[in-house]
């Protein structure tokens, strides 16, 4: 017997929610589409958490199980519902911000699509699909953005780690530009797209040197912009 398998697809806008509000009550609407054109699918909506790992891969934990969470303050509704093939449906998340709160916090919010059961066999065997909101939340006015060059540390392969350190308690995308000169003179520049670094957190960036070889004595430049008050600029010289 052949079964061939397919996913639920689910097309969920914004992929991003980012809600800056006083303490209070505050809402948005997130929109859920079945990107399916024949086969209904019920939707299922719940909250988590999610930090990064100093190379920045997302790691996803159970709701409230983090300091700097607001699934705590998240109401969602509906939670549950069933969307026709190409339907589009507008959930309602809530939050209610207590009134000490101060800085950012964040969560993620999961849509999963499972498929209907059949009534009768098919050869088709849709899977559940599941896609994530990641959820920022910035209490007006209580924010300050800081942050350190912890690290530079040139590698064998000619690579450069660069450690960034937030020390604020908001997060950040900072624009990270580097650059190399040898005898005084430039010889490479590159930069990197930005990446958030959550607050009192610390991210490790590889850069690299594409077609040029690091010798004894090229200077490296790395500047980062976090938005703060202050550029931060290291300099690291070859050994």
Known sequence: MLNLLISVSLLVSPLRLEVGSHPGVVTREISVKNGDAYNEVTVSVYKGDWALSEEGKILYY???SLSYSCSPWMSINPAEFLLAPGEVKDIRV????????EGGYWSVIFFEGNPTEEEE???LVRLAGRVGITTYLEIAGTTFKEAEIKKMKLKKNGELELGV?????IWIRPEIKHWVKRNGEEIFR???SPSVIL???ERKYTLTF???KILE???????VDYGGDKILEGVKKAE
């Not at 004595?217 to 500047?223: H, N």
Request: net charge negative; no cysteine.
């Open 199 to 201: 607050p009192e957190t």
């Open 210 to 212: 594409e077609n040029i």
């Open 217 to 223: 004595g090229d200077e490296i430049t790395a500047r």
């Open 94 to 101: 809530t939050f209610e911000i207590p009134p000490e709160s």
């Open 121 to 123: 066999w098919t050869p």
């Open 165 to 169: 350190k937030n020390n604020g308690n």
């Open 190 to 192: 590159d930069s990197l």
């Open 62 to 64: 159970p709701a409230d």
